[in-house]
């Protein structure tokens, strides 16, 4: 009877107040009961759970059905990175691009979390496969976190944590100094602007472990690389890398 009373109490919020999709912001009708309900419409679902065909192992940039990427690919393969993979939702474009821009600057949490647990049933074999020890989000500067409500990657770290196990660590990893809007900036500049940025805490947390790095979008990965460096001199055995979105235009 409590089971009934509880499902008629939810079925009349929804009607009274229907829920609406965090990527087009149109009511939906949501998927049955006890499902993991990912917040979005069916358009916008089939949209970003898309499958990706051909996506380059290293670096998870959407390449060619011919391409080899066994060193690499197009976009990657000239870079020095100290992670082994990067594993995404997609590509930082339409749908994906604009619920993401939403997100990092909303007020609440629910796009961010709805976008990990799309990553988590997208890519979960993946995410698995890297068997992490812990999982640690790109951490923010204090500056930064008094003008955000909350940091991205924590929240996809800690939904990822929750999903496929693993420990989140949110503080292992910190940030020692502020760095320059790496937008419009060249590869190398990049790369120098993130040098030195982090430091740990508890290296011996690290020694032996695998590692999953988790970030909201990767571009260069000039700031994964640093964190991976940072984290591989600290004696972990691997690292691998998490985000929702890969950008490939460095402008973006």
């Not at 790109?138 to 976190?145: A, E, T, Y």
């Amino acid at each position: 009877m409590r089971k009934l009373m509880h499902q008629l109490l939810d079925d009349s919020l929804r009607f009274i107040f229907p829920p609406v999709c965090v990527c087009c912001n149109l009511s939906y009708v949501p998927q049955t009961a006890g499902t993991d309900s990912l917040s979005f419409c069916g358009d916008c679902s089939e949209s970003l759970l898309a499958p990706t065909e051909h996506a380059c192992q290293r670096c998870s940039a959407r390449i060619g059905p011919f391409s080899k990427d066994e060193t690499g690919c197009i976009h990657c393969r000239s870079h020095r990175f100290h992670f082994h993979s990067v594993t995404c939702l997609g590509m930082y474009e339409d749908h994906l691009r604009k619920v993401m821009l939403s997100a990092k600057w909303s007020f609440t949490s629910v796009p961010i979390v709805a976008l990990s647990n799309a990553l988590i049933r997208k890519q979960r074999t993946a995410l698995e496969a890297t068997n992490p020890d812990l999982i640690i989000p790109i951490p923010q500067h204090w500056r930064k976190r008094l003008f955000r409500h909350f940091n991205p990657a924590w929240l996809i770290a800690t939904t990822i944590a929750n999903k496929i196990g693993g420990k989140c660590d949110a503080h292992l990893l910190r940030r020692c100094r502020t760095t320059k809007p790496q937008k419009r900036m060249s590869i190398s500049a990049r790369r120098n602007n993130q040098k030195d940025t982090f430091a740990l805490v508890d290296e011996w947390m690290i020694r032996g472990k695998r590692i999953l790095l988790v970030d909201d979008v990767l571009t260069t990965g000039a700031t994964c690389s640093e964190a991976a460096r940072i984290l591989r001199n600290a004696g972990a055995e691997e690292c691998h890398v998490a985000v929702i979105g890969r950008v490939l235009d460095h402008s973006a």
